[in-house]
């Protein structure tokens, strides 16, 4: 069965290194500002490594915003933020790389899959026992494809 956190493999090596940056930084811990600072430096060095501009990126706290809540905007090439999560950060930054490099002519559907995909994957690959404890509390959102997960 497919598993989200199983199925992107390849990480350049400074998206690897800004991750394991960003963990270090315990970035669940701390005002608004300080995380936008960390979330911030982390798309600076993965967007580096990616050889690609930065996207803006968003904080538009809001404290009813549902687990997830993010988005990514073609035409302004920015990342909004609803909540602090790290993999809402990873997905949508995700979509940048993805529109960036042309493969946004993808579909809507390839283009969730491939974020999903990348977010679960490099956390897991950086932080494998944090990632499995938030499986298990149940706050990784869409491990599964939609259509197998029934
Ligand atoms: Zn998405």
Known sequence: MRRYENEHLLFAPGVLKATRKLFKARPWHGDEARLREIYSRWVDRASEAHGIYSPNLMF?????????????????????????????????????????RGR?????????????????SLYKRVRPERFTEAVQAGTVLFTQPETESA
């Open 60 to 100: 538009r706290l809001e404290p009813e915003a549902p687990r997830g809540a993010g988005y990514y905007d073609r035409y302004t090439k920015t990342l909004f933020l609803y909540r602090p999560s790290i993999i809402t950060l990873f997905h949508e930054f995700r979509h940048h790389v993805q529109c960036e």
């Open 104 to 120: 946004d002519v993808r579909g809507r559907t390839w283009m969730e899959d491939d974020a999903r995909a990348f977010s679960l």
